[in-house]
């Protein structure tokens, strides 16, 4: 704290104690009853405690969740807006090259009926899960140039406020630059060498990894909160080979 706003609060805390005082003394003035003044100052004092205890306890913990909640809707916001723009094409183009993905997609088919255990569930799975792709160097040259279009929008997101109490999505921006420096600085991905191509397919899988988890997130939320964005992403699941944007 300042000195400035140390001098205020001080300031503030004479001038309401002084207050107080007078007014104390003006009643004893008029009405010249010692006694009900100790009754009354006594009584206030007793009630202090339980003030305390629902401000700091009650009142402190509705306006605390309160604003949780707008923050986890606003960064949800932003998080909406990532997958909508950029995450859930690059995470299309990852599921493709996963040679296990037919032994966990349907792990990843997200169902209406789906409830938190069944998010929690495949959410605990996932997070200790090692996905895996196989990629040559025309598919490296393509996530190259598609992150590269996408790195003012990524350094934006990660210049966003809100972002900073979310660690694990600020860890998936951290990846995808991370992939991303790796990707352009190399002169020819058409000729990396076996251990060159397998650190680049590592970078990948670990961006791969984040963004399973945060779709997986993202998810969740939608079906608790979004009822109509939730059904739209379940029509653009890019794990699911037969969804569909159409209704039928």
């Known amino acids: 704290m300042s000195k400035e706003r140390k001098y205020w609060v001080l300031s503030l805390a004479i001038i ?4 107080s005082l007078l007014l104390y003394y003006l009643h ?11 009754i009354y100052f006594v009584g206030d004092l007793a009630f202090v405690p339980i003030e305390v205890l629902l401000v700091t306890l009650v009142i402190h913990r509705v306006l605390d969740n309160r604003d949780r909640k ?3 809707e606003k960064l949800n916001m932003v998080i909406g807006t990532y997958f909508s723009t950029f995450g859930t094409y690059i995470l299309t183009l990852f599921s493709d090259k996963d040679p296990e993905l ?19 569930r495949v959410l605990t799975f996932f997070k200790d899960y090692h996905p895996t792709v196989s990629m040559n160097g025309a598919d490296l040259v393509h996530i190259r140039d598609v992150l590269q279009k996408k790195e003012d929008f990524l350094i934006r997101l990660l210049e966003n406020p809100v972002l900073l109490e979310h ?8 990846a995808s630059f991370h992939l991303t ?14 251990q060159d191509h397998a650190h680049i397919l590592g970078d990948i899988e670990r961006v791969y990894h984040h963004l399973i988890i945060e779709w997986l997130m993202y998810m969740h939320y939608l079906k ?3 009822p109509y964005l939730f059904s739209f992403a379940m029509r653009t699941n890019p794990f ?8 039928h």
């Open 224 to 226: 608790d909160n979004y």
């Open 240 to 247: 699911d080979e037969e969804a569909t944007i159409e209704i």
């Open 28 to 38: 004893y003035i008029l009405f010249h009853d010692p006694h009900h003044i100790w």
């Open 102 to 120: 037919d032994a966990i997609k349907s792990r990843l088919k997200v169902k209406g009926n789906w409830d938190n255990k069944d998010f929690t």
């Open 181 to 194: 420096e790796e990707l352009i600085r190399r002169k020819d991905l058409h000729m990396c060498c076996e």
């Open 167 to 174: 660690e694990s999505f600020t860890s998936l921006l951290q």
């Open 16 to 19: 309401l104690i002084i207050s």
């Open 70 to 72: 707008q923050k986890l």
